[in-house]
């Protein structure tokens, strides 16, 4: 079982700023990988990043925008959001995976909005 603890959503104006972190309660290094999607009301949950050892994976509309990180260190995985829109407001879920078991966070509330 791993628990993941996602913090950092919040209001910001179009164009800002947000960094999410998400804390395992597992060593990150022991998972198969680790990524971050979104779900805005009346949408499926969308994948937004996701990292395997130095590999990271962006959906088109968020690539070069957003960064995926992560601290093994901390046990902790990080996404960096630059140039904010509209459209990425959304519940943002952390997820881990492991031998076939999917894990989620609560999730963390991201709105952009002027």
């Known amino acids: 079982q791993v628990q993941l603890v996602e913090s950092g959503g919040g209001l910001v104006q179009p164009g800002g700023s947000l960094r999410l972190s998400c804390a395992a309660s597992?060593?990150?290094?022991?998972?198969?990988?680790m990524g971050w999607y979104r779900q805005a009301p009346g949408k499926e949950r969308e994948l937004v990043a996701i990292?395997?050892?130095?590999?990271?994976n962006y959906a088109d509309s968020v690539k070069g925008r957003f960064t995926i990180s992560r601290d093994n260190a901390k046990n902790t995985v990080y996404l960096q959001m630059n140039r904010l829109k509209p459209e990425d407001t959304a519940v943002y879920y952390c997820?881990?995976?492991?031998?076939?078991?999917?894990?989620w966070g609560q999730g963390t509330q991201v709105t952009v909005s002027s």
């Open positions: 990292t395997s050892g130095s590999i990271a």
């Open positions: 597992a060593s990150i290094s022991s998972l198969d990988t």
């Open positions: 997820n881990a995976q492991r031998l076939g078991y999917y894990y």
